[in-house]
């Protein structure tokens, strides 16, 4: 891309680092306050319980409590609200029970809150907790999305008949897309569920919350995505305090994967009783805490059919899914399994006739909300799934198949856009580019013979591919709105230009891993032309900046860095009319380059700190400016982002153990323009860590009776570093023509390529080796694997 | 009860609960809030410490246990201001994204280096066995700890 | 949880039969039991310390023998509570008489559990309950030798 001053597309080191690799970082739990308490929560252990009683009077007596609330207390109280809203097909808004900070009447999951404790410090909080008696009269359960809905079921909700939250449709008729399968040479069609995994950030949920009484203003520290989102939220709809007597500070936050995206009840319960008590209140979760009380991600059930001609074009697509809402509805709850997976539909595929159908569904089970990718890993693995297996039953080629189907690239400027079937359009894509890529890195010419041998000595060698798509950069806010966002989704940027030259730069995203402050600093390096040393990041401080979005959706750069962008614009042409007054010339005149301004064509210039020091000393100034260098935008995006790309992973299965290793995985992204390649690269491998995961090691497994039954790090298994490969990346670079840095996020990619191509090439294993596995459930455990083969003995 | 430690090479006598975990004394007492916590069955590693120069998961052990020893956390690795090798590998090489478990790994990771100061990407990643670490796929760790081997080893070049 | 097994005891079923029916025997019998009080007929309540691994805690809760044809079997249910978590089971229980002097108790059922004891672990868990029960019958072992001493 064009870079002004050379620092774009430089693997800069990371500025954020020192303070991490000496220990000095400074998270949520790191913070003690002055007279600080601990909170501790009293939570259900039942999955569907009436609450006949909760009697705390043993527990209030104990050493150290100061306070304790129960469901009655807040009952008074909003309850959480969610940020989008779906409708069914019949216009009717979507169901929206009350999600309540504690729960006064009947809990709904394990891990329900009931009490909380305030106390002198964590362990008499834990003390006294284990003293609250609850009765509980226990409820039928249900777990299953797809059972949920069926009559007779236990009722999460008395308000929500047959619990479903809504019914929601989108692209074509199902008359035309029925009519098309009839058409169809062949249809290949999948039952499948795509589990429920917990995002598992290392760092728990924690929270900080004091109340200043001289000057009437709450302070909220919190690990989350989205500070400001949690202040206008909490402020608003939750606890009714004025939005400016609310101070919400996201500090360093250890991972946020999208589920500390949410406004979550114990921010509110913190906030509100840090008044009450008049001291701080800290608490973080234990990790079995959090495992049943940090929102969910993916469980889908679904049913889908493809329909193809004998060449193997594709002619229709149908999608039937029920979608796990949880207990409640999270703060992007609804739009997870609708705007951001129905509308995935078309993938890179020129299908002419798509329609998808979710269902969106309680349980009892702990909130779903958006987990990496949020919605577009499961449209993708869904398509990927599909053409690989379509690939297998018409004997066909899966790289073939997708050549076949590909939309021809375009560029989105001399070309147009590419407008699916289901709602959105694309901005700009080169899609049998990145498969190309990617079949020259794997071989794919030699591969087949390698599987054959493979066969021939006994062993079952696979290959899986995946080529995605996925709408990030959230959201043009018109669009957004229309689709039931109850927010805009634009960003702010802020360039604080210091007398002395020094800029600091304030944004409404928030890092909490991704190096905004490396990668935003060498935006801004390289268009002022100004040392990264002269320039600090700040954001996560509702107090410090006008307003924020925050950072989720892969958005930061492609909204958050071109807000910045225009901020640094309206600097240049104030600087440009500054500069023009000193040296005694028109601003139309001057240039701005390598943090000079100079009057064009002549050697008359002035350096950008001199301009900096007369905006805020204007001795010498123009008579109709005012001083000061200052500016704050807000950038709405036109349209969302489309990153794509190609992945593929190799695998060999244990004929006799069913124990998959993963042999090579290869990553082409095309994330538009890079800032930082050493920054892409690692949420690349991080995204992938992630698919894999969901491929082969994770998944939350609740049992009948609503227990989620791995719910500690002993149990829900990861991936370890000797679970992996080195992964073979590389990036092709297809710039977004409609954003001013031409970047389209890269913070979900990985995540959403990687699982269908492992799932894929373990299939493409089978098949070598004569076992037509069409599904196998993931996680891909060896006794699952093991189980399909003999099942499927030839 | 009483317990006499070193940490970092500060000499600290307090009265603790017995069962004040080690890491609750190093992060609430002593308020070194480098070491993290990141689970509660000592299978993320996130809490590692050096107890007497072992890589020592520092929510295993009573405050009380670790009496009369020597400990170093991840404030104690770099001196005289200059980064430790792996602290400088992390950084040149992007061995980390939030920066939540990368304290434990190079605690680890030090006393690793000093039995196999020479490992292969395999003995790295077993190495790597007892930590989880969500952002970064391990890649660039292994790729750090590599670095800090080869610093380490020209260093200790005699002259 | 699915909680099956089966132990021969070198005792004939009439004998195993009294001890299990026997309020005193099974206090010392049950493992880690604190207290055990008769409430009713065949209904008692109970106090059981555990402490196994990450299943440490003190159980408190009811149990009941339920649809009893002596000797050959009952249905024993189980519902404990503690902080935790809680268990609730039912568990049936056959007395199956090998060649005279010899007993098979066989038992079958299912336990549901919750809260933290569901979470952290069932694989933990089973195991607990394993060593649980074998614990169980080596002391119903020794008080049936015992028995036997006393006669003798």
Redesign the interface.
């Known amino acids: 891309m064009s870079t002004m001053n050379g620092m774009v597309g430089k693997s800069v080191k990371r500025v954020e680092d020192k303070r991490f690799v000496t220990g000095k970082g400074k998270y949520t739990d790191d913070i003690i306050l002055p007279l600080q308490t601990y909170a501790y929560f009293v939570r259900s252990?039942?999955?569907h319980a009436r609450i006949v009683n909760v009697d705390t009077g043993a527990a209030i007596d104990m050493p150290g409590v100061l306070a304790i609330y129960t469901g009655k207390d807040v009952e008074a109280i909003n309850g959480v609200p969610c940020g989008w809203q779906v409708n069914f097909k019949n216009g009717d808004t979507m169901k929206e029970p009350k999600h309540p900070l504690l729960v006064a009447d009947k809990v709904r999951h394990?891990g329900d809150a009931v009490a909380m404790v305030v106390a002198q410090t964590r362990e008499q909080a834990k003390d006294a907790a284990?003293m609250v008696m609850v009765d509980y009269e226990e409820l039928p359960v249900v777990v299953n999305a797809a059972e949920a809905v069926k009559p007779g079921a236990p009722q999460v909700h008395a308000d929500v008949p047959n619990n479903i939250c809504y019914d929601w449709e989108l692209g074509n008729s199902k008359a035309e897309v029925d009519q098309a399968m009839l058409e169809a040479a062949h249809i290949t069609s999948l039952e499948f569920v795509n589990q429920r995994m917990i995002a598992n950030a290392i760092e728990p949920r924690s929270y900080n919350a004091f109340y200043d009484e001289a000057n009437e203003k709450y302070t909220l520290y919190t690990s989350t995505q989205d500070p400001h989102l949690i202040r206008l939220l909490m402020s608003a709809f939750v606890l009714g305090i004025p939005e400016h007597k609310v101070r919400v500070i996201g500090p360093d936050v250890g991972g946020g994967f999208g589920s500390k995206g949410d406004h979550y009840a114990e921010e509110a319960l913190l906030t509100w009783a840090s008044q009450k008590v008049g001291r701080p209140i800290k608490w973080t979760a234990e990790r079995?805490e959090s495992?049943?009380s940090d929102a969910q991600g993916r469980d889908h059930v679904t049913k889908a059919e493809m329909g193809f001609d004998k060449e193997g074009k594709i002619l229709a697509l149908r999608v039937k899914t029920y979608a796990n809402q949880g207990a409640y509805l999270g703060t992007f709850g609804p739009a997870v399994p609708t705007y951001l997976y129905g509308t995935l539909m078309q993938g890179l595929y020129t299908t002419p006739k798509i329609n998808v159908d979710v269902t969106g569904v309680f349980t009892n089970t702990t909130v779903v909300d958006a987990y990496r990718g949020a919605g577009r890993p499961e449209a993708t693995y869904l398509l990927e799934r599909l053409i690989d297996l379509a690939a297998l039953e018409m004997g066909m080629d899966p790289a073939d198949i997708r050549f076949k189907n590909f939309v021809p690239p375009f560029d989105g400027t001399n070309q147009p856009g590419y407008q699916t079937q289901v709602a959105l359009l694309y901005d700009s894509g080169n899609y049998e580019g990145v498969l190309r890529k990617g079949l020259s890195m794997l071989g794919y010419d030699d591969f087949r013979k390698k599987q054959q041998e493979a066969t021939r000595n006994g062993k079952l060698l696979g290959v899986g591919f995946s080529t995605y798509i996925e709408a990030c950069g959230l959201a043009p806010s018109a669009v957004a709105g229309a689709l039931g966002a109850r927010a805009g989704l634009y960003e702010m940027g802020q360039v604080r230009v210091q007398p002395t030259g020094k800029v600091t730069i304030y944004t409404g995203t928030h890092a909490h891993g991704q190096g905004h402050e490396t990668t935003f600093a060498q935006v801004v390096a390289d268009r002022l032309g100004i040392p990264m040393a002269d320039i600090e990041i700040v954001h996560g401080d509702s107090d410090s900046m006008a307003f924020g979005m925050g950072t989720y959706g892969s958005r930061s750069l492609a909204v958050g860095g071109s807000a910045i962008v225009k901020s640094i614009d309206k600097v240049i042409e104030k600087g440009k009319k500054i500069a023009a007054h000193k040296l005694e010339a028109n601003a139309g005149d001057m240039e701005f380059a390598n943090g000079k301004f100079t009057v064009k064509g002549t050697d008359k210039s002035i350096s950008f700190g001199d301009v900096a020091l007369t905006a805020y000393v204007p001795h010498v100034y123009p008579a109709d400016l005012e001083p000061g260098l200052d500016f704050t935008s807000f950038y709405d995006p036109t349209n969302f982002t489309y990153p794509f790309g190609c992945h593929i992973a190799v695998v060999e299965v244990d004929k006799e153990t069913g124990k998959v290793e993963l042999k090579r995985f290869i990553a082409v992204d095309d994330v538009g323009n890079i800032i930082n390649p050493m920054i892409v690269e690692g949420q690349i491998h991080g995204g992938v860590a992630q698919g894999i995961g969901q491929a082969l090691f994770e998944g939350a497994e609740f049992?009948s009776?609503g227990?989620?039954?791995?719910?500690?790090y002993?149990?829900y298994c990861m991936p370890r570093a000797d679970d992996l490969p080195m992964f073979e990346t590389t990036n092709q670079v297809t710039p977004c023509p409609h954003n001013p840095l031409g970047a389209k996020g890269a913070g979900e990619a990985g995540t959403i390529g990687a699982t269908p191509a492992v799932v894929n090439a373990v299939i493409d294993a089978l098949w070598s080796g004569g076992h037509k596995v069409k599904d196998i459930r993931m996680p891909l455990t060896s006794e699952r694997v093991w189980r399909a083969m003999q099942a499927s003995v030839n | 009860m009483q317990i006499r430690v070193k940490v970092n090479g500060v000499d600290y006598t307090h009265d603790v609960e017995p069962r004040l975990l080690l890491v609750h004394y190093l992060r609430d007492v002593l308020r070194l809030t480098g070491t993290h916590i990141g689970c509660d069955?000592s299978i993320c590693g996130a809490c590692t410490v050096q107890v007497d120069g072992n890589a020592t998961k520092s929510c295993t052990l009573f405050a009380v246990q670790a009496d009369g020893c020597e400990i170093t956390t991840v404030e104690g690795l770099s001196t005289n201001g200059e980064l430790h090798a792996l602290q400088e590998g992390f950084k040149e090489m992007h061995g980390l994204q939030c920066g939540f478990c990368t304290p434990g790994i190079l605690m680890t990771m030090d006393e690793y280096l000093k039995i196999n100061p020479n490992p292969t990407e395999e003995e790295i990643r077993h190495g790597l066995k007892g930590h989880l670490c969500r952002c970064t796929g391990y890649q660039n760790i292994v790729k750090s700890v590599q670095y800090a081997a080869n610093k380490l080893k020209k260093e200790e070049v005699p002259v | 949880m699915q909680l099956t097994g089966k132990q021969v005891l070198n005792a004939a079923p009439s004998k195993v039969w009294e001890k299990l029916m026997d309020t005193p025997t099974l206090a010392r019998i049950v493992p880690g039991i604190t207290k055990l009080e008769q409430t009713g007929e065949n209904a008692y309540t109970s106090t059981i310390q555990i402490k196994m691994g990450?299943v440490n805690g003190s159980f408190s809760g009811n149990l009941q023998m339920q649809d009893i044809t002596e000797p050959t079997n009952f249905t024993l249910k189980v519902q404990q509570n503690s902080?935790i978590?809680?268990a609730n089971a039912a568990i049936k229980v056959d007395l199956i008489p090998l060649n005279g002097e010899q007993t098979e108790v066989a038992f079958d059922g299912d336990a549901?559990?919750?809260?933290?004891?569901?979470?952290?672990?069932?694989?933990?868990i089973s195991g607990v309950a394993n060593t649980l029960t074998k614990q169980f019958f080596s002391n119903l072992e020794k008080e049936l030798a015992g028995s036997n001493t006393e006669k003798v």
């Open positions: 252990p039942y999955a394990v284990q079995s495992f049943v049992d009776n227990q989620l039954t791995n719910a500690s002993m149990d | 069955t | 990450p902080k978590g809680n549901k559990l919750s809260g933290l004891l569901a979470g952290m672990g069932q694989r933990v």
